[in-house]
């Protein structure tokens, strides 16, 4: 019988985790790629999609033909601070191929300028999330606009001129309700600008709805 436990957060990172490895278990047998013949061969790919709709794991099998990959992991490192966090760059990182090289960093712009070989970057919207909090954006400091501005067209600028495969996964989430607080409407508006930049460089868009691969090329 697993222990029980009163911490809050504990029980929310074994709860998300147990959801994760549910939702992965469901994808393994799912064929990403069936409404997208063989996918994209190459160049620039944009992968679009909600929460838990698969865009992570068909992202990973666009790349997965290729010898060898670098993931650029674009969010916050795991911290004891919030395992529920944890838990999903656990599960992130139990399902890559082993021979994958993994870079973990918030300065996504020079790791796509470096890359030598095929990338993942994975996500845009968590990479975003950092480019907002180190800009001073949730406490309206001066000048934060100007200072993402920055670094989101340098990222475009690196996307544009990328010579090796790239794939790229972001949230949708212009989709739903006007956020309630200010930092939502903030981060709803930056990534629904950023993703219609990285889209306009892109030689493939495609949008997963749970499990379901749309072409908007």
Known sequence: MPRMT?????????????RLERAAARLRGLDATRNDA?????????????VRSGKSRYAEQLAAHHPHVTYIAAGMPPSDDDPEWSAR????????????????????T???????RPVLIDCLGTWLT?????SGAWEQSDGWQQRVDERLG???????????????????????VVPAAASGRIFRDVLGALNTAVAAHSDHVRLVVAGRVLTLD
């Open 6 to 18: 009163n911490d809050p957060k504990r029980r929310l990172a074994r709860f998300a985790a147990d």
């Open 38 to 50: 063989d996918g994209p061969a190459g160049g620039r790919t944009l992968v679009l999609g909600g």
């Open 89 to 108: 760059v656990a599960a992130h990182r139990a399902r890559r191929p082993a021979h994958w090289g993994t870079v973990e960093t918030g300065d996504i």
């Open 110 to 116: 020079a790791a796509l300028r470096e890359a030598d």
């Open 130 to 134: 950092r480019v907002l909090d180190e």
């Open 154 to 176: 340098a990222f475009a600028d690196a996307w544009r001129q990328a010579d090796v495969p790239a794939v790229a996964v972001s949230n949708e989430v212009g989709s739903g």
